[in-house]
């Protein structure tokens, strides 16, 4: 039980340096005062500083993950999920859009992590592509084929699937990126997101593909 405490305090205190010094900014020695161990016993759970960050890179993919199967939200196949997306309400939608924006903007260790990656994209790979993954690209592209096919089966009128993908999740990440660390202003936030989301259903959703 010791060690299992040990080994997750470690992970949080190196997240908490890492988010404010960056990965190079920060030493096994940092990390280890800040658990209040000695360098010689953080070795014992961890080889290195970099497996530390390894593992916070997986840690953060799994809480996502577990985030998106708790509010049950539609992820994958497009040929599956396309249909969710278009046949649900506008309310859904932005019960959908609330709980991964929250995500980012209010869990402590993702607004961390986020604070992490956006130091280090620019010198570590591995933080570069997810990054790329998480917020630019990935999410980009998987909207663009949703929208894509939601505008072949009638649920979008026709436009640019590209075009209108960046301009569904642009507003979004800026809003992350300004609100997030912000929790007292989350219903201004919300409020935000919300007219956003109504906009955007104006301009190109037609109800239940009519």
Do not use: C
Request: a negative charge; hydrophobic letters at 40%.
């Amino acid at each position: 039980m010791e060690k299992r405490n040990t080994k997750q305090a470690i992970l949080d205190e190196a997240l908490g340096l890492f988010s404010v010094h960056g990965y190079d900014g920060v030493s096994v020695k940092d990390i280890a005062n800040a658990v209040g161990i000695k360098d010689s016993s953080l070795y014992k759970h961890f080889k290195s500083k970099n497996e530390i960050f390894e593992t916070l890179l997986d840690g953060m993919n799994k809480r996502f993950e577990q985030t998106v199967t708790f509010y049950r939200l539609p992820q994958g196949d497009i040929e599956k999920v396309y249909r969710q997306y278009g046949e649900n309400d506008l309310d859904w939608l932005k019960k959908a859009v609330d709980a991964i924006f929250l995500f980012f903007v209010e869990d402590a260790y993702a607004v961390k992590f986020l604070h992490l990656l956006m130091i280090e994209q620019y010198k570590n790979n591995d933080a570069a592509r997810m990054f790329e993954e998480w917020f630019i690209d990935g999410a980009l592209s998987f909207q663009t084929a949703l929208f894509d096919k939601m505008m072949q089966e009638g649920y979008f009128r026709r436009a640019n699937p590209r075009a209108v993908a960046t301009q569904f999740y642009g507003p979004i990440l800026l809003l992350v990126l300004m609100y997030n660390s912000k929790p007292e202003r989350q219903g201004e936030a919300l409020d935000l997101l919300h007219r956003h989301i109504e906009e955007f259903a104006n301009n190109y959703h037609i109800s239940h593909g009519e």
